[in-house]
């Protein structure tokens, strides 16, 4: 591995010499470093994944505009809302993929994430390569992101820092959180994770007037993300009072399912099971009802929520407030929607709903 100062004339040809050629490059952004292979180079992405050790998590590409973005996804109006008013700048714009790069660099649901670094050199790196560079953060699976070189080769394995052919080091970075990434594919965005910059006024909001119309709702939101299902289990945290419309939710993500027997409300079993299998997705519908638990701990000792997290598995969970923390735990490895119902009146309701994935942890 060569390290090159970011004052070094040549850096950036050198840099793009070697991503040319299909070797890893670590670069300084606004965030920490962030570690570059050829985008469109599906042998330089093996590589890189398997320097960072975990395909579940995702990987993200920096281009240097909007208009090379647009060669890549597609760009909705809240997209666009998003790239005129935080770009460049540490966010990560998840839009519909148009599947021009590999594969494994996007989300199991065929989405991709936009970088376009607040950072000169960088901007300047990309433009001059021409196409997208990876921007992942240069840390290795579980470790720290690196913010120096004395950081990155501390906690990098000697094996691993063998992979990397340039370091271009432009000496200690500000010490700032990784992007906020924002979903822009499913109506309203949604923050999957929460960085540095805090965007207001992203809060999924959705108006029920009739039980129909709930059913709608839950069918949009579950159609979203069940492809997620092929890596991953998936819980729906369900909230809201008494009679608000939790198991009515509930029977429009069965209906989804192509379920079609009666569902009813858990409470007083615990746990209903419905096996579920159509297209492509295969699994069971776990129904689950807090409600009477004494302890929240009986999710897990007595309806042995660990051993039911399998890939292909729902867990819908209502009145999932009491089990708070127990879920809180699981939010590094499982995705997570918080679905909440409140009721504005008596034949109408409002869904609100936010989402975690491991996707983007």
Known sequence: MEIISTQNQNAINQACQALSLGKIVIYPTETC?????????????????????????????????????????????????????????????????????????????????????????????????????????????????????????????????KMVSFFLDAGKLADRPTSTVVDTTLNDPQILRQGGLTIPSLSPSLISQQIESTFAIAQTILTKHLPLTRRFPLILALQGELGVGKT??????????????????????????????????????????????????????????????????????????????????YEQNVPILVINIKELDVNTRQITYSFSTPEWS
């Not at 597609?74 to 935080?86: I, P, R």
């Not at 509930?250 to 989804?256: D, E």
């Not at 099971?273 to 897990?300: C, M, N, Q, V």
């Open 33 to 161: 470093y962030g570690i570059a292979v050829d985008a469109t180079n599906p042998d330089a992405i093996t590589q890189l994944l398997s320097y960072k050790g975990d395909r579940h998590r995702q990987v993200a590409v920096a281009v240097s505009d909007e208009e090379m973005a647009e060669k890549y996804v597609t760009l909705n109006d809240m997209a666009h809302n998003l790239y005129n008013q935080f770009l460049p700048g540490p966010i990560t714009v998840i839009s519909d993929s148009l599947h021009r790069l590999d594969s494994r660099l996007e989300s199991a649901t065929g989405t991709l994430g936009i970088r376009i670094p607040n950072y000169p050199f960088c901007l300047e790196l990309i433009k001059k390569f021409g196409k997208p560079i990876t921007a992942t953060s240069a840390n290795t699976s579980g470790k720290k992101e690196p913010y120096s070189l004395d950081d990155w080769q501390k906690y990098t394995t000697p094996n691993k820092q």
């Open 248 to 329: 009515q939710f509930v029977k429009g993500v069965a209906t989804t399912l192509g379920i079609d027997l009666t569902i009813s409300s858990p409470t007083y079993t615990l746990m209903k099971e419905y096996s579920y299998h159509f297209s492509k997705y295969a699994g069971t519908l776990y129904h689950i009802d807090t409600w009477r638990l004494a302890d929240p701990t009986e999710l897990e000792s007595t309806l042995h929520l660990k051993e039911i997290l399998q890939p292909g598995n729902i867990i819908a969970i209502e009145w999932a407030g009491k089990a708070k923390n127990i879920l809180k735990s």
